[in-house]
């Protein structure tokens, strides 16, 4: 970690806060972070601007007629079945995300998307337009799940109607 106004890293982001006092992102997920805050991601600065030009992107790209309908026939192969989905949708999904994140800095696999997700996740909890949009892309990526209403138990403690 580095100190006033330098360049700090922290998994595998850079923050670039201008401050002398340094947000950082602990292991229980909470976030500290300064209202001027940045980030660099291979030498290019990642803004909450760019942020939500990629998610806009992103989105615009599902939408795409022959993405829509890649998407579409996957979901409709996965069913609510979430093991399939991620066999079938997320491939598909990720693979588009990454055709759009590398414009802005993030390596095109796997790490890049990772480091993408990372970055929303902290812009989200400052500006509501990128909380909005990342909700619209999980639901891209998240099938709906249907959860069978409870059964009332058995009362084991009764044998034949009888106490």
Partial sequence: MRENGRTEKASGLQYNTG????????????????????????????????CKAALQEILATFDLPENAARLEEAKTAAGNDMLRSMQTVFPAAAQMQMSVIQRYGFLADGEGLVQFTKAVRMYEDQDQEVRQFNTRLRTFLIPPVNVPHPVAPLNVNSHNGNS
């Fill in 19 to 50: 401050q002398t006092v340094v947000a950082e992102l602990t292991s229980s997920n909470q976030r500290n972070i300064p209202s001027n805050f940045s980030m660099t991601s291979m030498g290019k600065q990642f803004t909450i601007s760019d």
